[in-house]
C-alpha cells in the first residue's frame, strides 16, 4: 500500500527532497548535442529536477550548464551573447565561464576582486551517445562516466529523441518497467509497425502469462513467459537500472529499445527515447519510420519537444479506429499510447487508490529500491545504479526449455558482448 | 446579509460538503442521451459535484456513470473499450460493469476472488426526456424518479440542449429565478427573438412592478405584475423547484421553457435548457430558431458544450449594437446575456457585498429554503423537492382582475394537467 | 542586502499594504484619454494596484472611475450602459454618477432614499496630457495636480502610449534608473534607430564609466560620464521622480522621452511611454516612427495594449540578429529589448538573489527611497514627490569640463524652462 507520505517520497525531485537528493547522485541525460550544436552557438533553457537552468558550448566546445539566472540583477541568461569563451548577460554584460564562474563585469575596475566572488551554481556535463549528461550532485562523490550499449556504439547504429510528458516521472518509469501492459494497450500495434512487429511468438493475453522479477546489482530483470511451441516457453526480459532507466524486450530482427525518464519538474517529465543495434548500422528503413514518429519515437511540434499529439487535442483520439481494433485506446503510435494513458492518471498519479496485482511486481520493486536507495543516500551510504558495470546490459526476448530459470538460462544474453548481435525472437 | 461563511455553505457542492449532500439526495442532469447514442457506444467524461467520472450504455444498451479512473493504476476510463458488456480499462484490460463492478481482471486465474474485491464507485442512471440522470446519494433513500413535464411530453414537443457555464451554479440558478431583469438585461430581445415575441401585455419598467414570492411543498412560485387593461394586471409566474429548477414566464403562443442549474465543480455548472409545449409537436421554425441558437438555447463550440459566444471572446461585446438599443448590455441572444452576467460576478460571487432590493425576495427565499434543506438533510430528515408531485408545475403568464390573490387564482394554471395548453397570454 | 521581506514590501502594492498606501498618495497615470474618447462612450476596465475599477465619460463630459461590480448583485459594469448622466447596470438597470453615487434604482419607488445609501468606490481623476490621472488615496490629503513638462506642451508636440508588462513593477521601473544597461542592451540600436541616434559623444563601454547620484527634493538625478574631448566629459543625467516616473537622457536633436511605471497587480505593470519637445512639435518622421513601435513605443496587438513580441511568443527571438551584432540581445526595438529582460527575472524579481554593484546606485537609492517614504506615510508623514516643483524637470545630456560638479553645473538644464530646448548633444 502506497500512502500519500509514500507517493511524496516516491515522486518529489526538486532541491533537498529524499528522491531529489538520490537522483542527484547520478549522471542524468540532459538535452541532445544537437540542441547545442557547435562552439559559440546559442544557450537553451534546461529545467531538471525542478531547477531551473542554460546550456551552452563556448568557444572551445566546452559545455556549460548553469543557474539560467544572472547573478547580477536575476535576467535569463537564455538571453545572452555566447562569445569568446564564455556567455555574457545581455542586461550589464556580465560573462561566465562553463564553470558558472563570473569572468568580466565591465563596470568594474579590470584589476577589481569583484567577479572572482562571484559564481553560478553549475553542474559538471560529458557527451555520451549524442547526448549531454549532467551530474547534480556533490562533486567529491561524482561517480564514474554511465557506460550503456547505446552510448558505445557508433552513431550510425543509434537514434536518440527525446519528448516532453505532462506527469511525474514515476508513473511515465512505471510504465517502462510493465510489460504487462504490452499485450492490451499496444496489442494492434504491434504487427502494424514495422520496428516492433516480430516473425516469432505472437504475444497472448490472458492468464497464460507469468512474470518473474529478479533483482540485480543496478535494478532488476523482469521476465513474461508465455506458452511458445511444445515444451517451450516464450520470454520477453526487461532490464530496469536505477534510477530511470529501462529497457524493453525487441521483436525479430529489429533493433533494440530503451528510455530514461528524467524529472523536469514534479509534474513534468522528459522521456528520452533510445534505440540502437549491437551489430550493425541501422536501416535507411528504420531510421525513416523513426524520424516519422514510429516505433518508440514520436513526431514532434516543430521547434519544441513536445509531440503533436497530446492532452491539449485529446491525443486525436479516433474511436473508429479503436473499435475497428486498428488501436486500442483510440490513440495511435506505441508512444503516444504510453504518454496518454499515463498523463490521464493526472499530473501525479494518487498511488493511495491503486489496487496492485501479480503483474505489477516489476513495479512495486521499483519503488522499494528507489526507497531504499533514497533513504540510503539520505545517511551517506552507497547506493545501486553507480556502477557502470550495472549498465552494460541488454533486454532480449528468447524461447527456452519449460523448467528452465530464464535469469540463469539467459544470463549471457542480459549482458552487453561487444560484436555479438542481441537475442530476440 | 450573506457572511462569507453563508456563502461558502451555499456555492460549495464538492464530497462532504453540506450543500453537496443536499445535492445528492436528488436526480440529477448528468448528460444527454445523445452523448451515448447506442450500445457500446464511446464512453464519455462527465464532472458532476466536482466528481468525475465516466458514462457508457454497454452492449445491452444499460447505462453506467462511475468513477472516471482504474481502480488498478488510475488510469481514465474514457481511453476504454466499451465492448462485451462492460467497460475495459486500455492499459491491463480490467473490465467494469455498469454498476461499476470489476467483473474480469485479465492477468489473474479465472478462479480468482480478486476482481470480486474490485468496485469502482458507481451511480444508478435513468433516462428521461433525453436526458441521462443520476443519483449520487446513499441507496437506501433514493427518492422516487423526476415527474418534470417535459420529461413527459412526446419527444417532438421537446428540445433540449445544454451548455457550459463558467461560474457556480448558484449566481447562474438566482438569474433563472430572477424576474425582475428581464426587463432590462433582455429589453430589445423579447421583440427580436421570435420564440420570446408576446402578442399580448408589453413589459414595461420601473416602479410599476411588484414581486409576490410564495413557498410551495417543492421550491416556490414568484409572481410579477405590472398594470395591463383597466382594472387589470399582467402577471408572469415563475417556478423554482428544489434544488435548482426554474421554469420561465411564456409568451404568446409560445413554448414553455426551464432550466437545471447543475455544479460541474464550484467554479462552473451546466446550464441544462429544456423547451416543451404541453399539447402539441414543437413547430419546424421553432426547432430551426432553437438549433440556430436562439430562445434560451446557443450555439456551440462544435465538439463540445461550450458557447462560441464566450469570456475569452468578451462575448462578441458589440458598443454598437448597445448604443442603437439593438441589445440591452452588448451582447447577442438572450441566454448569453444571462450568461456573460453571471460570469462577470466572478467565478463564486462574494455575496458579502451584495446589496438586495425588493425585487431579489425570490433569490433570498432560494437561498433560505436552500440553507435549510442542507441542514435538514446533515441531520437526516427529509427535504423538499424530492415527491415528484412537486415538478409536475407549470409556469405561466395570464392576466388577472386587480386585487385578486395571483396563486389562489392561477392555481390550476401552475399545475401540470395533461392534455391542457399552458396558459399565456 | 535586500531581503525577501524587504522584496515584499517594495514590491507589493496592493490594498493596505505600506508600498500600496505611499502610491495611493499620488496622482497616477489610470488610462489614456482616447480610451475613453467622447460623452457617453462605452465604458472601459482598469486595474490599478489590484484594484478592478470601471471607468467612463458622462453625458457632460466629466470621467468616472469607480469600482468595476455594481453593488447591487455583483455584475461587471463593463457591460453597462453609459447613458444620460450615469452608467446603467444591465441586470437590474442600477444608475451611478460619475463619483460612484447610485442615482436610480428603478425596481424602488421614486420617493424611496435606498439609493441614497448605495455608493460604490469611486475615484476623482483629472486630464493633463492626453492621460487620465486619479487620485486614490485619503481625500482630504489630496496633493496638487501633476507638473511633468510633457503634460503641458501643446498635443502637438507630445505623444503618449503605454503597453503591459508582465512583471512587478520595480523591475521595470528600475530598468528606467540603470543608464547603465544602455551600452550593452540597447547598443546597436542606438544607431539604427533615429530616434535615438545621436551626433554627439558615442556611449563606450567599460571601465570608463561612472555613476552619480543626488538625492533631490522629489527623486534623483544619476549622471553617468564617460570621456569625450580632451579635458571634457559626456554627461548622460537621468531624472527619477516619486513613486514612479523616469526620464531618460536626450540623443541629439531628438525629443525627451520618459516613462511611468504603474503596478497593474504585483506580478503586471503599466508601462507608460512619454515623449515629448519642449520648443516645437514633434515631425512627421518621428510620429510615423514611434507609431510603428520605433523609439522607446512598441506595436501592440490590434484592441489590446499587450505587444506583439511578448513573452509567449518568446519575443521573436532572432539569433541569426543577435550573432551579427544587430541586437544585443537577439529582441527586436528598445522597448521590447527591456520588457522581455526584465520579464525574464520572473513575475517578482527575487532580489534577495541578487548581487550588486557600484553602477546599480541609482537603483539602491530608489529603493531607500521608496522604502523611507513607505515608513513615512505609515505614520502620516509627509512624502516626497507630492509637490508639483519636483516634477518640473528634465533629463538632458551634455558635455562638461572635467572636475566641474555635474549637478552645479547642469542645474539649469535640468530644470523645466518653457520655451527653452532641452539640452541634449
Redesign the interface.
Given at each position: 500500500m502506497t500512502t500519500r507520505e509514500l507517493n511524496d517520497f516516491l515522486t518529489l525531485t526538486g532541491p533537498g527532497t529524499p528522491m531529489g537528493n538520490l537522483f542527484r547522485r547520478y549522471w542524468i541525460p540532459a538535452l541532445l548535442s544537437v540542441e547545442i550544436p557547435e562552439p559559440d552557438s546559442?544557450p537553451v533553457r534546461v529545467k531538471l529536477l525542478s531547477e531551473r537552468l542554460v546550456a551552452f558550448r563556448d568557444s572551445q566546445g566546452r559545455i556549460g550548464l548553469m543557474d539560467e539566472?544572472c547573478?547580477?540583477?536575476?535576467?535569463?541568461l537564455?538571453?545572452?551573447?555566447n562569445e569568446e569563451g564564455g556567455l555574457r548577460c545581455?542586461?550589464?554584460?556580465w560573462k561566465y565561464d562553463v564553470a558558472g564562474r563570473c569572468i568580466e563585469?565591465?563596470?568594474?575596475?579590470?584589476e577589481s576582486a569583484?567577479c572572482q566572488?562571484?559564481k553560478l551554481k553549475s553542474y559538471p556535463c560529458v557527451e555520451l551517445g549524442d547526448v549531454i549528461w549532467t551530474y547534480m550532485g556533490p562533486p567529491e562523490i561524482k561517480p564514474p562516466l554511465p557506460r550503456f550499449e547505446w552510448c558505445a556504439v557508433p552513431q550510425a547504429s543509434r537514434f536518440v529523441s527525446k519528448r516532453t510528458q505532462e506527469c511525474n516521472y514515476l508513473?511515465a518509469m512505471?510504465g517502462g518497467i510493465d510489460s504487462?501492459?504490452v499485450?492490451?494497450?499496444h496489442r494492434y500495434d504491434l504487427r502494424s509497425d514495422s520496428l516492433h512487429a516480430s516473425k516469432g511468438a505472437e504475444l497472448t493475453?490472458?492468464?497464460d502469462?507469468r512474470f518473474d522479477v529478479i533483482e540485480t546489482a543496478g535494478g532488476m530483470v523482469i521476465g513474461v513467459r508465455r506458452p511458445a511451441g511444445p515444451g517451450e516457453l516464450y520470454w520477453r526480459i526487461t532490464q530496469w537500472i536505477m534510477p530511470f532507466h529501462t529497457m524493453i524486450p525487441p521483436y525479430g530482427d529489429n533493433a533494440l529499445n530503451g528510455h530514461a525518464f528524467v524529472p523536469t519538474d514534479d509534474e513534468n517529465c522528459m522521456s528520452w527515447c533510445f534505440t540502437h543495434h549491437p551489430t550493425r548500422a541501422l536501416t535507411d528503413h528504420e531510421l525513416e519510420v523513426m524520424r516519422n514518429g514510429g516505433g518508440i519515437h514520436v513526431t514532434l511540434i516543430p521547434g519544441t519537444f513536445r509531440p503533436v499529439v497530446n492532452k491539449d487535442n485529446d491525443y486525436l483520439?479516433d474511436?473508429t479506429a479503436?473499435k475497428a481494433n486498428r488501436t486500442?485506446?483510440?490513440?495511435k503510435g506505441i508512444a503516444m499510447?504510453d504518454a496518454?494513458?499515463q498523463e490521464?492518471?493526472?499530473p501525479i498519479?494518487?498511488?493511495s487508490?491503486?489496487?496492485?496485482?501479480?503483474?505489477?511486481n516489476g513495479v512495486i520493486m521499483a519503488r522499494i529500491r528507489l526507497r531504499k536507495a533514497a533513504l540510503a543516500a539520505a545517511e551517506g551510504k552507497p547506493v545501486d545504479g553507480l556502477d557502470p558495470e550495472t549498465h552494460a546490459v541488454r533486454s532480449a526476448s528468447i524461447v527456452l526449455p519449460e523448467g528452465a530459470n530464464f535469469f540463469d538460462a539467459a544470463r549471457d544474453t542480459l549482458k552487453v558482448r561487444t560484436g555479438v548481435e542481441h537475442t530476440s525472437v
Open positions: 546559442p539566472f547573478a547580477h540583477r536575476g535576467v535569463s537564455w538571453f545572452g551573447r545581455p542586461y550589464h554584460g563585469v565591465p563596470s568594474e575596475p579590470d569583484f566572488k562571484i508513473q512505471e504487462a501492459h499485450s492490451f494497450l493475453r490472458g492468464t502469462v483520439m474511436r479503436q486500442y485506446c483510440g490513440v499510447q496518454a494513458i490521464s492518471m493526472g498519479q494518487d498511488r487508490k491503486e489496487n496492485l496485482t501479480t503483474t505489477d
